[in-house]
């Protein structure tokens, strides 16, 4: 949700450099795909350093319950799998976050854009 709300907040305070560029002759195709390729760097910088702190945080926990514990089995095990449906439902969220305001931007003239601040 935070990370929606920063995206959508984003382009909303964009919306000048938006007319700008509709202005001088950009498709509104390729604005969006200037902001979703911005959100997608954010998501996966942001997705990278969440789940190394998470592999990390799920390791020391681990062995911590291990040794107290005296499990012989990872108590959270961390896989690939977990990573990859994180970072697939990071990229959803950002590209539907992206994809409305920038509809809704993409609409308007780009002299009313312009005019907006």
Known sequence: MLLATFIAS???Y????IGILRALGSSGGSVYLTFQVEAWLLVGVASLLGCIAAAIAAHYISLD???RLGASFSVFPFSIWVVLIV???ALAVSSLACAIPCALAARKKPVDLIAEE
């Open 10 to 12: 984003s382009i909303a």
């Open 14 to 17: 964009q919306k000048r450099q």
């Open 65 to 67: 319950f291990i040794q």
């Open 87 to 89: 970072v697939g439902f």
